[in-house]
């Protein structure tokens, strides 16, 4: 009986070492050396199940038609997107009874604002209808997967890539319209939000706003929130082999690095109740936007954090005066604009 514990002991103990260094030494080391691993972490595209984006009525929205933009790059395969164009409501009466409607029209008649809207990183742009309903009563929008996502060209995943290739949208669209130009990110949209206005500012580009609902400072702040993630956080080897890879990856979307470079008034939406990014991150990227730019020069910043009414992550469209502090926040930056015209950009 004795013999019997012992030796089911030590194999208990056996098993648990194995379970242990499996887990803790293995998984984190494979973590480390497979980008395919961290990219499905990152950009889990897997959980969206294919579709036919050709009628967007099928998804309960008209007035919408769906399109797609072909980013050439000259030293890699050349990435094609697949964007939903949103009409402003007041036009889709227009067009219900006409197939031969000229959407391309509409984008030169420049008479409603332009909304790029970013997805977050389990969605497609069919996913925030019920928003597009809300925003289109003021907006133009132009919703766009990524590549990799829907039926956008599959293509390396990286903030570089990704962001490059929404730039060249939003440069086709500026082309085209003499629109105000604004930019909506969702979660981790937020983050291609902030890093493309970086990036327009280096090519003397800026929107007329930016919008980030659910935001963070960083993917790997996020991931140290996430709780599966929080199982590893005592080893002493999780910053190399779980943090640090993502970010030498390209894949950490540094928002709080790249908000200083927004040149526009921010409007940051949270809500106290999301469970996927704490508002705490959204609160420290709301300060370091506060503290790091000139408001004078780039505008104020405004922040929402909205009560737990159950809005969580995904639900920010059915905060009941939710137009309303968009409305007030497209005031405020077409006034800031106006302002700044008449100072100096260039002095900062
Ligand atoms: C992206 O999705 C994953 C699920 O794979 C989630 O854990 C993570 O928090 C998300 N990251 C961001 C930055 O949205
Ligand atoms: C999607 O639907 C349209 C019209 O219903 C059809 O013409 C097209 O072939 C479909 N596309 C795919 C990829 O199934
Ligand atoms: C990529 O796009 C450019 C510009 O439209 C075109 O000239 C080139 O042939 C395309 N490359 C490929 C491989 O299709
Ligand atoms: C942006 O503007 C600056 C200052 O006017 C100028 O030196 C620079 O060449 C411009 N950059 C681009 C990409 O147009
Ligand atoms: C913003 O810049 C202006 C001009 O350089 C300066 O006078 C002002 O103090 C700055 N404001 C802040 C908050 O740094
Ligand atoms: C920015 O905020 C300041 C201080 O709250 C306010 O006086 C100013 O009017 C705001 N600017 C705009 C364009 O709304
Ligand atoms: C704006 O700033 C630039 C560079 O500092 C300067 O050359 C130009 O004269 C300024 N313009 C005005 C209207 O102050």
């Known amino acids: 009986m004795k013999k019997m514990c012992l030796v089911c002991c030590i194999y208990t103990t056996v098993v648990l070492l194995l379970v242990a260094l499996l887990n803790f030494v293995i998984v984190p080391v494979i973590f480390k050396f497979s980008l395919g ?25 008209n007035g919408v038609r769906n399109m797609y933009i ?3 790059y000259p030293t890699s395969e050349n990435i094609t997107l697949g964007i939903w164009q949103v009409l402003p409501k007041e036009m889709v ?7 031969e409607y000229n959407y391309d029209g509409i984008i030169a008649n420049g008479k409603t604002h332009i909304l790029i809207y970013l997805h977050g990183n389990g969605s497609d742009r069919t996913k925030s209808i019920e928003l597009y309903k809300i925003l289109r009563e003021i907006f ?26 929404i730039a060249y949208i939003y440069k086709w669209l500026r082309k085209r319209s003499k629109s105000k130009m604004f930019i909506w990110g969702h979660s981790l949209g937020s983050g291609v939000a902030t890093l493309l206005a970086s990036r ?3 090519e003397n580009l ?20 996430n ?12 910053d190399a082999t779980i943090l640090k890879p993502i970010r030498d990856n390209g894949m950490d979307f540094n928002s709080k690095l790249y908000i200083s470079d927004v040149d526009s008034p921010i409007m940051i939406l949270h809500a106290k109740d999301d469970d996927i990014i704490p508002y705490s991150i959204a609160t420290e990227l709301y300060y370091t936007a506060l503290n790091n730019r000139n408001s004078t020069f780039q505008g104020n910043v405004t922040y929402y954090l909205y009560e737990e009414h159950g809005y969580g992550h995904l639900f920010i469209y059915l905060v009941p005066h939710l137009l309303n502090h968009v409305k007030i926040f497209v005031d405020e930056c077409l006034q800031f604009e106006q302002s ?3 100072k100096n950009r260039s002095v900062i």
């Open 37 to 61: 691993f961290q990219q499905s972490f990152i950009f889990p595209t897997f959980v969206i199940e294919p579709k036919n984006y050709t009628n967007p009525e099928n998804y309960g929205i």
């Open 227 to 238: 709780y599966i993630v929080q199982f590893y956080s005592f080893l002493p080897w999780f």
């Open 206 to 225: 800026t929107s007329t706003g930016v919008v980030l609902e659910t935001p963070f400072t960083s993917v790997t702040d996020v991931m140290k929130s």
């Open 140 to 165: 133009h929008i132009f919703a766009i997967d990524y590549r990799g996502y829907a039926d956008s060209t599959l293509g390396e995943l990286t903030e570089n890539n990704i962001v490059s290739d």
């Open 70 to 72: 072909t980013v050439p």
């Open 200 to 202: 327009l500012k280096k």
């Open 93 to 99: 009466s227009d067009i219900v009874n006409n197939d």
């Open 340 to 342: 700044i015209s008449i």
